[in-house]
């Protein structure tokens, strides 16, 4: 397990500022985002004020009630320096933007990087699921994937964190012990390990790092 904050006695290259050596991390096209209980608040620490031009999209499922309406998109919209919006069915990813799944539906990813949206049972109890986006996303993009699993009170998002790792893309979960529900980021670790277990802070550095090396590729 990669740690930006617990650097090997002998690494390869020196770390720069934000913790990561030069040319550690992989290219990724897109980084998918899951989180529960307490994942507004941690979303918003992670993407707050954020860099631009900002080019990566990101895909964000927070489990919500079905039985109403979203503001995640408008409340996200008025606190972020990038686009914001709710995923559509057949809609393109889109670059440089942050996309919300709808309450009720499973939001997936297709071959074409396009969304899809279903009306599938609810997984962990839950519509839409963490683990059909991470899933999906990672037959999309294989390697080029990043997925960030934050804070959460049940086991959605580990089984589809495990999927983008064995496709070889980059995982990285919130450290359990600042999460305001550890219990997700606890199941993720106890199915397959991450390439990361950090703080919001270092996920966020992580996150811009990301960024910083699809803009220059």
């Not at 904050?5 to 390869?12: G, K, L, Q, T, W």
């Not at 049940?154 to 983008?164: F, Q, S, V």
């Not at 893309?169 to 012990?177: F, K």
Request: hydrophobic share 45%; charged share 20%.
């Amino acid at each position: 397990m990669r740690s930006a904050a617990s650097p090997s006695p002998a690494p390869a290259a020196q770390a720069d500022d934000d913790g990561f050596a030069p040319g550690a991390l992989p290219v990724v096209d897109a980084v998918v985002i899951g989180a529960s209980a307490g994942g507004v608040d941690a979303l918003l620490r992670l993407l707050a004020d954020l860099p631009t031009p900002w080019r990566l999209p990101m895909v964000a499922v927070l489990h919500l009630p079905q039985d109403r309406d979203s503001r995640l998109a408008e409340i996200f919209a008025h606190r972020l320096p990038i686009p914001v919006c709710e995923a559509r069915d057949k809609a393109d990813v889109a670059p440089g933007t942050l996309h919300f799944a709808p309450p009720g539906y499973h939001l997936g990813i297709e071959a074409e990087r396009c969304f899809s949206l279903s009306c599938e049972p609810p997984v962990h109890f839950s519509r839409p699921s963490i683990d059909l986006l991470m899933s999906s996303a990672a037959d999309a993009y294989g390697p080029r994937l990043a997925g960030l699993l934050l804070t959460g009170a049940n086991e959605d998002g580990a089984r589809g964190l495990a999927d983008i790792g064995q496709a070889g893309g980059l995982t990285a979960v919130q450290a359990p012990g600042e999460a305001l529900a550890p219990q997700m980021p606890q199941a993720a670790l106890a199915l397959r390990r991450p390439d990361f277990v950090l703080s919001l802070a270092l996920l966020r550095r992580l996150l811009i790092r990301l960024d910083a090396q699809h803009h220059v590729h």
